[in-house]
């Protein structure tokens, strides 16, 4: 038996922010990114950017997954962004899923936001995504 | 990157830094190094605040009460740090940790700290650093902590190690009064919280769990208490702080309290003692030929397994 190696699992905080009520999606790439061994905080439905970015500091999470719908992401997703540089958390890596029309991804992006993936992404890009992310190779 | 050193990291800890906690708590959690040596340096800050674990099958309301019970607490002018435990997957090694959807407050308030924590393969209802990440809050400054155990099987008695007082939470209709008898989930409780008690069947259940604590004996002369409550039109929460209290009470003022609080240390010593033990040993055994020669001899039945342990376990003992 080897010694007990405790490799940290990858930590990541999967929330919606902003008025949106649809959360299957979220939840699907939850379970998918646990299954992937990661460590997922859900923190749900309806959350301000002040509390997604107190969440990912109190987790002290690695990645956070942006869920939106509801097309209020050019509003939140940059404050969120803002708040997260404030904190110190800016080692703390975003990427987002959702509604969002490609002249704002390529503005999001510029922001610092990884990764976008729209509604025809798989399961399995997200996941691929989400661990080059962590390991700091993408 | 600069990590700081331990002891810069107690001071932002005790300042009232929740980044420096954030991070304290992923290197406990992880055995890091780093960690072992806040522990050390952070643990006379500790052993003083109420530690109240709430325990139960899953589904029964504990996260949904803790939103309750924080809010009690800030409304007090008590600061409160939650430490919240899922199952990890025994497959993936992955979880989805989702007790702080139900925390609602304000994202501003410095009075509340909540952490989620995967239990990373540990049986019990807790994870391993479950215990140490409590201390890490109670030095941090918080008035109260409060632990969230993993949805409850009858066996998961873990949090009887690390709460100061244990609140099991039940629903109506679990079952007939026999399964108050059974051992293990049911001896631990110094509260009951009788949840969801909207429904009907809560004022039997009440009174089954009357019975039980009537019966006694309490090895320490505390007589279980028995709250009802209800989350979605809240009730009972005042009553459930107030019996929390009155636990927390009795121990201040019982003697028999002293002797179980080093009874605790002991079993926590003695359990690190046999990990470290533990884990040296199978470093060994696949390192040093001694060792690997005794495993031979068992393997090949010129010794029996019990017999090679105590080889291994006495003083001074070169392997043979």
């Known amino acids: ?138 | 990157m600069s990590r700081p050193r331990p002891s810069t990291a107690a001071a932002a800890i005790v300042r009232g830094d929740r980044r420096a906690l954030a991070k304290a708590i992923t290197a406990v959690e992880s055995g890091a190094p780093a960690g072992d040596a806040l522990l050390r340096e952070l643990y006379p800050r500790t052993g003083r605040i109420p530690i109240v674990g709430l325990t139960g099958p899953l589904g029964v309301g504990k996260s949904s009460l803790i939103n309750l019970l924080v809010a009690h607490l800030r409304s007090n002018g008590r600061s409160v740090g939650v430490v919240a435990v899922d199952p990890s997957s025994p497959f993936s090694g992955g979880s989805v940790l989702g007790d702080r959807i139900r925390l609602d407050r304000r994202a501003d308030d410095p009075g509340i700290f909540f952490r989620s924590m995967a239990s990373r393969g540990a049986s019990g209802g807790l994870a391993d650093a479950t215990r140490d990440v409590a201390r890490l809050l109670e030095a941090a400054g918080f008035d109260v902590v409060l632990v969230e155990t993993v949805g409850s099987g009858q066996v998961d008695v873990a949090i009887r190690g690390v709460a100061t007082t244990r609140v099991v939470v039940l629903v109506p209709h679990l079952g007939d009064e026999v399964q108050t008898l059974k051992a293990g989930l049911f001896e631990i409780a110094d509260v009951f919280c009788v949840n969801k008690s909207d429904l009907p069947g809560a004022e039997t259940a009440e009174r089954d769990l009357a019975e039980l604590a009537s019966l006694g004996p309490a090895p320490d002369g505390w007589r279980a208490r028995i709250v009802r409550t209800s989350t979605t039109a809240p009730s009972g929460i005042p009553q459930l702080w107030s019996a929390i209290e009155a636990h927390e009470a009795f121990l201040a003022a019982s003697p028999a309290h002293a002797a179980e609080r080093r009874r605790r240390l002991e079993e926590e010593i003695v359990g690190r003692v046999r990990e470290e033990v533990a884990r040296r040993l199978a470093e060994r055994l696949e390192t040093d030929p001694a060792l690997r020669r005794l495993v031979d001899r068992v393997l090949a039945r010129e010794l029996d397994p019990r017999t090679a342990a105590e080889r291994l376990v006495a003083p001074g003992h070169r392997g043979r």
Do not use: N, W
């Not at chain 1, 038996?1 to 922010?17: D, H, N, T, Y």
């Not at chain 1, 899923?97 to 890009?125: C, K, T, W």
């Open chain 1, 1 to 138: 038996m080897k010694a007990k190696a405790r490799a940290a699992p990858v930590r990541v905080l999967i929330a919606k922010p902003g008025l949106d009520g649809h959360d299957r999606g979220a939840k699907v790439v939850a379970r998918a990114l646990r299954d992937a061994g990661m460590e997922v905080i859900y923190a749900g439905l309806r959350q301000t950017p002040e509390e997604i970015v107190r969440a990912a500091v109190e987790e002290d999470v690695d990645l956070i997954g942006l869920s939106i719908l509801s097309g209020a992401h050019m509003a939140l997703f940059p404050r969120v962004m803002a708040l997260l540089k404030k904190e110190k958390g800016s080692r703390i890596k975003v990427f987002a899923g959702g509604i969002i029309p490609d002249e704002d991804a390529s503005r999001l992006r510029r922001l610092g936001i990884r990764a976008i993936f729209g509604p025809g992404a798989s399961l399995g890009e997200i996941v691929q995504t989400a661990e080059r992310l962590a390991r700091g190779t993408a």
